[in-house]
């Protein structure tokens, strides 16, 4: 089954996550399928290829609690 999840980038203490489609059997920081964009909670920054995530959600990939709260809290989901 495909998710769309948070993969974390960044150095220590200042997180970044990217917000792609991977397995649900990868890692957290395991390969993806595709990059759908990144948020940034130091700043709340949040970019999304809303185009490719409407077509994976269509595909029928899952998005997680978290990142289902967070496309909901900026009126994307």
């Known amino acids: 089954m495909l998710k769309i999840r948070f993969k974390r980038v960044g150095r220590k ?3 970044i996550y990217r917000i792609v489609v991977a ?3 990868t890692k957290r920081d395991g390969k993806v ?3 759908l964009g990144f948020y940034n909670p130091l700043t709340k920054t ?3 290829n809303l185009s490719r995530t409407m077509l994976r959600l ?4 899952q998005p997680t609690e978290v990142v289902k709260n967070l496309f909901r809290k900026s009126s994307l989901f």
């Open 46 to 48: 949040l970019q999304v």
């Open 13 to 15: 203490k200042y997180p």
């Open 33 to 35: 399928i595709e990059e």
């Open 23 to 25: 397995n649900n059997k």
């Open 58 to 61: 269509k595909d029928g990939a």
